[in-house]
């Protein structure tokens, strides 16, 4: 499901899931499941926390439990 974040004034979260991988999300839209809420705040308030919290953004790295 893609959603579309076009209001700069929109207030966002980010959000994580237990992969470590982080994404921002508007907050009048529930949570995908198994994701939770790092911050919320304006756009660039959660992707500047996003940039500081996600180190490894190499996606779809399976990890020893995935096998």
């Not at 980010?14 to 911050?39: C, F, H, M, R």
């Not at 959660?46 to 940039?51: F, K, S, T, V």
Request: proline share 6%; hydrophobic share 35%.
């Amino acid at each position: 499901m893609a959603l579309l974040i076009d209001d700069e004034a929109e207030q966002l979260r980010a959000i994580s899931n237990p992969k470590g991988q982080y994404s921002i999300w508007p907050i009048n839209v529930d949570l995908p499941p198994g994701w939770t809420e790092s911050v919320a705040g304006s756009r660039d308030y959660c992707l500047d926390e996003i940039d500081r919290l996600w180190k490894d953004i190499h996606l779809g790295r399976k990890s020893q439990t995935d096998y």
